[in-house]
């Protein structure tokens, strides 16, 4: 099992930025994907970005390329998540999660391959 805790949440104004982390601990990682996963208020939960462990490769939705930047430090093991250009529509719950053995970026996205989860980090944007 791997553990995840996340950190780096708040309230910031449209056009901020801020950067997320997601510590994780348990298990070598080298054979795992890491994603930063968000659920808005009244929406289901849905992927952010995602990391390849072992060669940094990584995954984005459309709604976030070119703002986002997700990025990993092997050393310590923490997965960050920086955040430019902040809109309100990113106010949500963010967590991070882990999957074993995803070979194929197209599908980093797919959440049931993820089996382990944090408790997530709040993110609230105002215009």
């Known amino acids: 099992q791997v553990q995840l805790v996340e950190s780096g949440g708040g309230m910031v104004q449209a056009g901020s930025s801020v950067r997320l982390s997601c510590a994780a601990s348990?298990?070598?990682?080298?054979?795992?994907?890491l994603a930063w996963f968000r659920r808005a208020p009244g929406k289901d939960r849905e992927f952010v970005a995602a990391v390849r462990w072992s060669d940094a490769v990584t995954s984005y939705a459309d709604s976030v390329k070119g703002r986002f930047t997700i990025s990993r430090d092997n050393a310590v093991n923490i997965m960050y998540l920086q955040m430019n250009s902040l809109k309100p529509e990113d106010t949500a719950h963010y967590y991070c999660?882990?999957?074993?053995?995803?070979?194929?970026?197209?599908?980093?996205?797919?959440?049931?391959?993820?089996?382990?989860w944090g408790q997530g980090t709040q993110v609230t944007v105002s215009a």
């Open positions: 999660a882990a999957a074993l053995g995803i070979s194929h970026v197209r599908i980093m996205a797919h959440m049931k391959l993820y089996t382990n």
């Open positions: 348990g298990r070598t990682l080298s054979q795992y994907t």
